[in-house]
């Protein structure tokens, strides 16, 4: 069984930084795409920041310079450094990840998500 969990979410003022973690765990051969989503109350979830296994990264405009996805393979970790928050950067933030297993085809997977709060 594939799991994604994240942790790093919390409070944090306006200006202030917060760094996500997602670990991945078991039979995963091949990890095409990750990437973070965020939901905000009330709308759609939406894409933060994705990486492709060739290392590509696609951030939305709004977080662009101050949010940066890295990936550490050893370790099987994704994380989301963020700076600079703003208070519309508060939400539920996701680790979703686009993975071949062992089981398997490829398939998209989701973590519990974490919460992110952003007051002023």
């Known amino acids: 069984q594939v799991t994604l969990v994240e942790s790093g979410g919390g409070l944090v003022q306006t200006g202030g930084s917060l760094r996500l973690s997602c670990a991945f765990s078991?039979?995963?051969?091949?990890?095409?795409?990750i990437g973070w989503y965020r939901q905000a109350p009330g709308k759609q979830r939406e894409l933060v920041a994705s990486?492709?296994?060739?290392?590509?990264?696609i951030y939305a405009d709004s977080v662009k310079g101050r949010f940066t996805i890295s990936r550490n393979n050893a370790k099987s970790i994704v994380a989301l450094q963020m700076s600079s928050l703003k208070s519309e950067d508060t939400g539920v933030y996701y680790c979703?990840?686009?993975?071949?297993?062992?089981?398997?085809?490829?398939?998209?997977?989701w973590g519990q998500g974490t919460q992110v709060t952003v007051s002023s």
């Open positions: 979703n990840a686009n993975m071949l297993t062992a089981t398997g085809p490829s398939s998209e997977y």
């Open positions: 078991g039979r995963i051969l091949v990890i095409n795409v």
């Open positions: 990486m492709t296994s060739k290392g590509t990264t």
